[in-house]
């Protein structure tokens, strides 16, 4: 429930920005390209045998969003990204991660924001079918690769924050998995650096 009321807020805040009688192309401020590190379910699942939980790990992404100014502070913002692709040694298994992501932002200093919002999530997989056995719990439990191509959607609740200086921004955001099911909740982060481009000089 709470993340359709959270899609139909940011989707119609869209919208109506988007209106042809109101929407203002000065009120367009940046452009910017990005690139980060992905830190899915941190500490959140098994990643070893030996039944260890996932640390810090250095994958990749890239992404471009672009912001809309509603009022004095006020910010939309919207942004794609990319999480390079994961290939696991043991078997020709490989993860692509793409990402369609919507902001309300707070510029509650010249140098800092406050966002808030949701990110559609599309992760394809694809493998040779094989498996692999691992610890769970008290026993073992084998997994399987996929043997074709499949796609996974899910939509996540975001919350982040921003660090401006000049033409750059660093950010750290969170993407919170089934905010309202406590038993299946799972949280990733990211690490960003951003360049900054007004849309007045392009």
Not at 112 to 118: I, K, M, V, Y
Not at 170 to 181: E, G
Request: aromatic letters at 16%; glycine letters at 6%; proline letters at 2%.
């Amino acid at each position: 429930m709470i993340s359709k009321l959270v899609i139909a807020l940011f989707l119609t805040s869209m919208v109506t920005i988007c209106h042809a009688e109101i929407f203002d192309k000065s009120k367009l401020g940046h452009l910017s390209l990005g690139i980060g590190t992905w830190q899915e379910y941190y500490m959140q699942v098994q990643d070893s045998q030996s039944g260890s939980l996932n640390s810090f790990e250095l994958k990749p992404y890239l992404s471009a969003a672009l912001d809309y100014q509603i009022k004095n502070q006020h910010f939309l913002g919207t942004e794609v990204g990319y999480i390079l692709r994961e290939s696991y040694s043991k078997s020709t298994y490989t993860k692509d991660h793409f990402y369609w992501r919507f902001d309300y932002i707070y510029q509650a200093l010249e140098w800092f924001n406050l966002r808030a919002g949701t990110s559609f999530m599309w992760q394809t997989l694809s493998g040779d079918g094989s498996e692999e056995t691992l610890p769970n719990g008290d026993g073992e439990q084998t997994y399987y690769a996929p043997d074709e191509r499949k796609n996974i959607f899910n939509q996540t609740f975001d919350l982040g924050v921003e660090f401006l200086h000049k033409n750059m921004s660093a950010r750290i955001q969170s993407y919170i998995y089934a905010l309202d099911q406590e038993d299946e909740r799972l949280t990733s982060f990211s690490l960003s650096f951003h360049y900054l481009m007004p849309i007045r000089d392009l």
